[in-house]
């Protein structure tokens, strides 16, 4: 079989962090991990839409990127509003979902309700997130869903939310085969210090890191720029597809 050379693939559509001229739209791009993803498309060249239910958060994230950001104010749990933030967007080159609220605990203690909001929260918005964009997907683009490692490893009591984690990973294994050639991957991370660990108590948020330094083989919760690397690595890597990523430290493997 000949070999194919780096300088023969160089003519590849939108190669390797290229993402010049591209649209993303990240849902939860307000803040946190999705906001990070949003510097490193601009610095790239790219555009991004910003969506989530704070406006004043929106705005803010928006004046910091400049001209290359928009935004717009949505719920993925509400079908109107979000078919509505879809409707203002002609073509979605990326798509990333961070926007999310539920609750997790152990099975004995969580009503139907709670244990049920991982699934009607992170698992059916970022399929409804999809749903919506698939038309206007460029067939050279990416769906990346967000998971997590807990799908992998659970850290503690909480089988519902673990099992939406798995979920959203077989969600992405399918969903790559339905919309194909568009790549669809998961991002799967661990513990991160960051936007969503900065609104709980420092008790709780040092027990929680302390145990993730001893049970992750580099000792030490992401950062939210390491997550949106890897993010922007499936966004830009025209090969993979249907895959789940674990930026994890190696928790994964402990």
């Known amino acids: 079989m000949p070999q194919v050379s780096a300088t023969d693939r160089s003519d590849a559509p939108h190669a390797a962090a290229d993402l010049r ?10 803040s946190g991990i999705g906001l990070r993803v949003a510097h490193r498309v601009v610095a790239a060249g790219g555009r991004v ?19 290359a950001a928009r935004w717009q104010t949505v719920d993925t749990g509400d079908a109107a509003p979000l078919a509505a933030f879809f409707d203002g967007i002609d073509r979605v080159d ?6 999310a609220s539920y609750q997790v605990g152990p099975m004995r203690e969580l009503s ?27 067939d050279d683009g990416s769906v990346v869903l967000m998971s997590g490692a807990a ?25 790559a085969v339905e919309l194909a050639p568009v790549r669809v991957n998961v ?3 661990g513990t991160v210090d960051g936007h969503l660990w900065s609104n709980r108590s420092d008790t709780v948020r040092e027990a929680a890191f302390d145990q993730y330094r001893r049970e992750s083989l580099l000792g ?20 993979t597809t249907g895959s789940t990523l674990y930026p994890d430290g190696g928790y994964t493997l402990r």
Do not use: M
């Open 49 to 67: 839409v910003l969506g989530g239910r704070t406006a004043s958060r929106l705005a803010a994230a928006a004046e910091e990127l400049g001209d």
């Open 94 to 99: 990326h798509l990333f979902t961070t926007a």
């Open 112 to 138: 139907p309700a709670d244990a049920a909001s991982p699934f009607e929260s992170k698992f059916w918005g970022q399929y409804h997130a999809v749903r919506l964009a698939a038309p206007k997907l460029a």
């Open 220 to 239: 030490r919760p992401a950062t939210e720029d390491e997550i949106a690397h890897s993010v922007v690595y499936l966004f830009t890597n025209t090969f």
């Open 21 to 30: 001229d591209r649209t993303v739209v990240l849902i939860g791009g307000g």
């Open 187 to 189: 991002i799967s991370p």
């Open 151 to 175: 799908s992998a490893r659970p850290a503690g009591l909480a089988p519902a939310y673990v099992a939406c984690n798995a979920a959203i990973e077989g969600l992405g294994r399918g969903l």
